[in-house]
């Protein structure tokens, strides 16, 4: 028979996939013998069975509940339901990939009329049992019964009103009695059915809902976001209770190894006496820094201190630790490896390996490539800061700096950044409801909470910048506005957040960019040793070519020559060209358009120096370059000194019922040669000069969009095989170039082998060979591409994340076949996917070259390629 | 050392791809003991070698040239350039297949100032010498030197004004001698040359020319017309002469072995005493037919029809066999397989059948399928035939009927044609240079020339109905009338041409559809015997099914229900359904269509009876129903009952960039199911309703158009499934039904593994599977394709045959990967390359089950599909 529930002391830290991250580090803790409340794990098997068979807990799963609940009665003298010395449980969901605040938690779980009785009897504080009977039932109807917190706050408001009671602390025995009955009555009431006394039945409800709650919507989107794959299920929890809000002797506390938001080595963390956990984690009391633990239990924060270092030698790297302390006694709840920011990550790794803990391989596999985008984006300029008008003062509570709009909820928030504005979320505190709100907002401000309250963790793991616990500020939610002091801040009135300091300004402050130094450049350089994929960027101009090299490009993998069309000064010399009648007059406009783009490519070669730079020719179809509304019509026709009336004409006919099907790329090189030749010319010609005058060695390469056909590039290769040799030949100086190819159209990767003939390089233009293999445009997939994830179709838009399955085997195919015809050809890509650490793995697997992403990811995908090489070696 | 020349003894008739079909033929007629006048051929090989040199003989082909060119002064005892017994030859292209009129022939090869003395003195006869030299001095300036023929017919109407002659035949020695030198004057002045005197410098020059004329412009339009692959290349014949016009009991002619229109087993042709072979073929003079040669000349005709004979069961196949007499000696000049229309090469194939001299497989074999569409296409009434007012009779040159407009150049012809109007080319008489508007025409009218003249031979290889030598019309090309009697046609009138009669009607007469009798049924029963291939048609209405059934579908492939949605009645329903902002009126409107759905569907199974019909359910985008400029969209709005505003708003929101690459097929069916919902009930509650009624037992398979991702499908499959479950199990009738996918997405074909396991059948549709493989879709693709077709990047149009290479490739994958997870997995295809014969035999080689193609071609594929059986056997 499968084993469905394991003892904690049964497993360990390698059983994480059975067990969720949270059972297999109980486990662990369990087996190295620190002070952990005994329980069981029921496992994620058992919560893929439940929906397997169409969400029914199978009866071997309960046996074997039963038999664990038994064990753990007996190990600890305590009974189910009993009246004398009942056992209390936590059920808590535990995931193989930490998903906090997206899963529910219970406790108090085998409270009921009679064992309340017995809690009072053992705690000998019959407050205390009927208070935690209350809450239980207010827990347990919330989460598993669904019936609205808000409810249950009325009866106890109501409650309070009446007694005239103003805190929760100064309830009576009987007032928690008289709260109960009515609680038990509205449950009745919502239910129709009395609240569950059974204890068992308490159990088995809680475990199916930890189950259902693995598929409620905030759940999904969680996974969505971080690329969790729905089939691993969640195991479930269930622990014997210890109590933290016992007296002044007893707390409960959380805290990280080193700083989770600057990598210090330094115990982080906050505490509250009297407490239960789950109120330090949902912000609603402001808790204390860790170090104020040695005042207060000194001997406690010892023992604390040796147990944070154990745990962070036992495994290795930054641990994130829950603890109560019950009567004196601490307890482990919790150890899981410390959520961090990308600049906490960065720290830590090269630290530890100072330290002399962990080696370089490991180091560069504990920073998540996609988390250093946090430290790739620009902050404050320190001069503006300067001048800035500082409002308030929260916690640091996730680095960065933001600016933006004022909004007061998550949907607003999402509403405006859909309209293309920046925002700022700000809450009172934030719950996970808030999520797609969080997601969508440039930065978070909250009024209440810590450095550990969901605003601020969820932050962290987003990279986005956060401050929290800024009390000052007084949010009015309803009315969209907040106050500190007298001013007055309206919804869509600016503000600025540093998450790096914690402060908050008035208005909208300029920003700077990022750089490379210290540690995150010790661990650039540590990759780029192991990495064997070369990176290069994506960059049209030389500003971006100058900022590509700043952050380590190798080269230009894709220089786009259309955006140099559009330049005020060129583009009704482009336009001529495109309405020529003849050859002649569309050579005159090329003749004029040549000194421009030769200097751009001055620009770009000097910028880049001997790296290598990829230029594409021409690729959009003409009608981008032409006005399409009539009065525009009217002001080119007058500008050019062409009649109103066969301008309008050209540009109709120019119009394509699929433009992206249809004259664009290559073909337009077909059809007017002349084209591509002043290109050439150009990019040679700058090649020449530069070399001529700074003596930098030129080496470009020119590359031909959306080859379909072999024939295609036979004939354009002999066209700029022939425009450049003249140039050299005429110039005297010698310039080596390249000429390749995207493979962009399905039919190009799939003759591959022929096209190779003519093509010294290959660059896999995913964007476009993406929307061909899949025939979806992505201008046009907006309109079922929401249906599409909601059903889960795509775990991942397409366009961000390679299709490794469809797209990627059309890649393979074209690597294979190029490789046979030409076995030196270099391979490349400059789609967007070359930025994404997934689709870059999938890059260095089939065995390209390089990839080429924007410049502001050439540092993550430096980091990405470094550790596909470790990963694949 | 390679040998580029043959003689005509060393071939045989199985050399043809390397002496060409001339060369082979005359080698074999020489090898069997036919009266063949010696020579000997250059290779094909030595045609591509000049090419590969740059358009340069290669000394090794000259020699070899030389070699046996005195080889063969020695065998007749003749001499190049002799002053007495001189040699003279004739030069004519050969290439590999026969491509009439479009190379160019030199007789007479060999004159110049001496020989033509010598030829003088051995025929004795100064008058035809100097004649012979003057036609070899025009001819050779044509050919070779490119001077027009217009000039020297100047030179020679004013010799004869001059000197007051009227006819050709009438001038004088003198007067031929000063032509002569006129002619000469005129060479000297265009070409600043004297006209070439050495012969072996004209032979060269002339081989040099047929090597050239490989690649003019008219040779490259046939060989696209006729799918004959560039790289063959042209041999050359270099051949004595024998003159056909030395007297009286001289003559030549043409004559085929059995009746190429008509296929009767009698000998068919022409000849003309005292006359050059280019006369006859030229149509200038009207030759007599071939019987008359019997009274003519009773040997040498008994003679000639014991060779027909002879070679025609040589050859196992009809001949077409050119000969000349030289005072009353038989000579062949060529024989070769004769061209003849589709109902000939039915004829001919059944007769040969049953006269034993090929079995049933040969036969398929000598029938092209697409020659067959001349025969499925309609004819005229009787009825309307019988009260047609006729004008005119000429020869039925070849067969079938047209109606169209009297256009007099075939550029007129074409434009016409482009702007979809059906057109008549009316000539005095056609010319190589006519070709283009040949194809453009609905049919060829001619006033001159016989059944071999260059418009019967070239309108019968193409299928095109042609009346020809109508000696009664006075053509006026100038000012575009002809006139009979005094009746006057102008540009732009109609008439109707009879192939089959040679009778011309005034006015445009009604047509009646073809059938499938006699011979033609017999070789299609014994086509059905071999083919492994399944028939079926795609046909989206009960007519078209009816039609499918006629000519032997055995199902229907494709049946589109979106043709079903723009009926007039339903249309605003459809609209309803578009516009519909809530599920409920979206259900509202499909409620309303279902019924007209259902009874789509009742028609076109009863009309298919237990044949399969596959369904394919909703394609296109939706806004393709909306009306689109602003007056329509008033009318829809006041129809039903929209405010225009939010009509006009809808219509702009369902506007895409790409509807190709839009939310359209399957896409449709994930945001809206309940559109497929109710096509599915409709296919089904009309299946059920017909087995009831009719007791016919229907088993429609439902396609999903547009698949790329297995999940798609997986979801669809569900939800009809469900759908025709629910019906079924109501009903108490069972219905067996299929659910299958297009194969149309790249993505589809390359993941075909994960999609066969939800699909019982894939269908390709290779229309839209070539526009994503290639990346262009066919309504834009028109502003380039026509360079590329120039270029010939595109040997054939990737629409009309299927690009083997690259959208092949993806069929085969998909195949290989659909057949490993669903090995039963029924294939076929769908797209319009399912009618074309050599897609077809693309199909069966790559196993697919069935082919779907348009009713009218489904005879053509059960043709095609027997003949891949045989050559793939």
Redesign the interface.
Known sequence: MKKYVYAFHEGNKEMKSLLGGKGANLAEMTKIGLPVPPGFTITTEACNKYYEDGKKIAETVVNQIFEHLYILEEKIHKKFGDTKNPLLVSVRSGAVISMPGMMDTILNLGLNDQSVMGLALVTRNERFAYDSYRRFIQMFSDVVLSIPKYKFDHILEKEKETNKIELDTDLTVNNLKSIIKAYKNLVKKETRKDFPQEPKEQLLMAVRAVFDSWNNSRAIVYRQLNDIPSHLGTAVNVQSMVFGNMGETSGTGVAFTRNPATGEKKLFGEFLMNAQGEDVVAGIRTPKPIAQLKNTMAKVYEQFVNVANLLENHYKDMQDIEFTIEKGNLYLLQTRTGKRTASAAINIAVDMVKEGIIDKETAIMRVEPTQLDQLLHPTFEEAAIKVAEKITQGLPASPGAATGRIYFSANDVVKAASEGEKAILVRLETSPEDIEGMVAAQGILTARGGMTSHAAVVARGMGKCCVAGCGEIKVDEINKVFKIDNKIFKEGDYISLDGNTGSVYAGSIPTKEPELTGNFGKLMNWADEIRTLKIRANADTPKDAYTAVKFGAEGIGLCRTEHMFFDEERIPVVRQMIIAKSLEERMTALDKLLPFQKKDFIGIFEAMGERPVTVRLLDPPLHEFLPHNDEDIKTLSEQIGVEYKVLKDTVEELK????????RGC?LA??YPEIYKMQVKAIIMAAIEVKKEKNIDIKPEIMVP?I??E??LK?LKELITNTANEIINESEIKIEYKIGTMI????AA??AD?IARHAEFFSFGTN?LT???????R???G??IG??RK????EKDPFQRL?Q???G??MEIAVDLGKKSRPDIKLGICGEHGGDPESINFCHKIGLNYVSCSPYRVPIARLAAARCAIQNK
Chains 1, 2 share one sequence.
Do not use: W
């Not at 929307?771 to 445009?777: D, R």
């Open positions: 394509e019922f699929n433009p992206m099907l249809g004259h073909r077909i059809t959306l379909g056909h024939k295609e004939i962009e159209v399905p039919r799939l003759t022929a476009d929307q061909m293999t899949y025939a979806f445009s201008d046009d997939a309109k079922f249906e599409y059903k889960e179709i795509f299709d399955i469809g797209v085997k059309l």
